[in-house]
């Protein structure tokens, strides 16, 4: 298990950070899926992110095995290892994330939702 994981009998939890650094792993993987090769100062333009940050992600994802990474002169680019299994992997466990930021939040109450939850308590009592 990674350094945010605990294992609770058949569910695991993750930490926060945790969660942000693989959806951000996610993302620049589907970034050089996309273009097959991309600089990593093109992916740091890309997602705004500093040059640093995108440097210790593509790093973690080398040694996770999705990605090569090369030089050529002072360049440093990225492209896919064909390796499908570690990214079906990767695809399942970011799915269930998905799912939850894909939930719609509620902001504000409409006045419609307000009445209606009144009214349920009015017939209750």
């Known amino acids: 298990m990674g350094s945010g994981e605990t294992d609770k009998g058949w569910a695991m939890t993750y930490n926060a950070n945790e969660i942000r650094a693989k959806i951000l792993r996610r993302k620049i993987l589907e970034l050089i899926v996309e273009n097959y090769v ?3 100062s093109l992916i740091s333009h890309a997602l705004l992110l500093s040059y640093a940050t995108v440097l210790r992600h593509l790093r973690i994802l080398n040694e996770q095995g999705y990605i090569e990474l090369y030089k050529e002169g002072r360049t440093l680019y ?3 290892k064909e390796n499908s299994k570690q990214i079906q ?3 399942s466990e970011l799915e269930g994330f998905k799912k939850l930021s894909d939930k719609p939040l509620l902001t504000k109450y409409e006045p419609s939702t307000i009445a209606k939850t009144k009214a349920k308590k009015g017939r209750s009592n």
């Open 38 to 40: 991309l600089s990593a």
């Open 89 to 91: 992997i990767l695809n």
């Open 78 to 80: 990225a492209k896919i």
